[in-house]
């Protein structure tokens, strides 16, 4: 069942996503040559507390961290450890979630560390024009198909692929809520789109094959074929006046 949402509500939506942009911010800025993985989920667990909320992640069906941190070829779930170093070149997807007043939060952008190659850049550039052109199609009487083809058409395009294994998902007072949002469709297809949802967009996309596979930890999420992936998500609220990128630029619902 979708949940559509009332003003207030994603007013409270729009702050809780505010404490994850600024957590990601922080986690961000910490990002270099020679810092662990765990070291971020650190830098998160404390970001999120001192602006007295939860991290959404941590205990959520037994995940272990705040932070997911997955690095060049891992796509999504990356537990944070003190094993995992990151080094100059590579490229760390840092996806967070946050509980605030009853309500989630939830966002992710992949980070450069340091200097990297032209083909991890182009990744990164695509990934974040693929969320901006299926953000601008989460407008009232479009299709959930809409958001997954324009996901699709940029990334391939490019000469890249689409994780098909896992998805967006709309979100609210859990976590997780209808609908599932692919990263690849058919325009016209799919649950109608109407003022009130609240939906978590978030490409996965690979400079190989779209297939990957799941590490023994029974999280890490990583391609199959060992190519490079980025994810990127926002959590967009539909609204008649268009979509609203939730937890940045202030409006009024």
């Known amino acids: 069942m979708i949940v559509l949402k009332t003003p207030d509500e994603i007013r409270t ?5 505010r404490i994850v942009q600024e957590v990601l ?3 961000e800025r910490g990002v270099a040559p020679g810092v662990t993985t765990l070291e971020l989920d650190r830098i998160a667990e404390k970001a999120v507390k001192v602006r007295g909320a939860k991290p ?3 205990g959520y069906r037994g995940y272990p961290r705040s932070l997911c941190a997955s690095v060049n070829h891992e796509v999504v779930h990356g537990i944070p ?3 995992t170093v990151l080094r100059e070149g590579d490229i760390v997807g840092i996806d967070f979630g946050a509980v605030h007043a009853g309500f989630n939060g939830d966002a992710a952008r992949t980070v450069k560390v340091g200097a990297v190659g032209p083909g991890a850049a182009r990744l990164i550039d695509t990934a974040w024009r693929s969320l901006r052109k299926a953000v601008a199609a989460a407008v009232p009487g ?3 198909g809409d958001i997954s083809s324009a996901i699709q058409a940029i990334v391939e395009a490019d000469g890249f692929s689409v994780v098909r294994d896992f998805v967006g998902h709309g979100i609210g007072r859990d976590l997780h809520e209808d609908p599932q949002i ?3 469709g058919t325009p016209g297809t799919g649950p109608r789109i109407k003022a009130g949802m609240v939906l978590a967009i978030e490409p996965m996309i690979n400079a190989g094959g779209w297939e990957v596979e799941v590490a023994e930890n029974g999280w890490t999420a990583m391609t199959k074929d060992r190519s490079l992936s980025a994810h990127v998500e926002y959590s967009v ?11 940045t630029t202030k409006e009024s619902w």
């Open 13 to 17: 939506l729009h702050e809780c996503n």
């Open 25 to 27: 911010d922080e986690v």
């Open 56 to 58: 959404a992640f941590k």
């Open 81 to 83: 450890d003190a094993g």
């Open 142 to 144: 479009n299709r959930v």
């Open 182 to 184: 692919p990263n690849y």
């Open 237 to 247: 609220a539909v609204t008649d006046r268009g979509p609203v990128v939730l937890g």
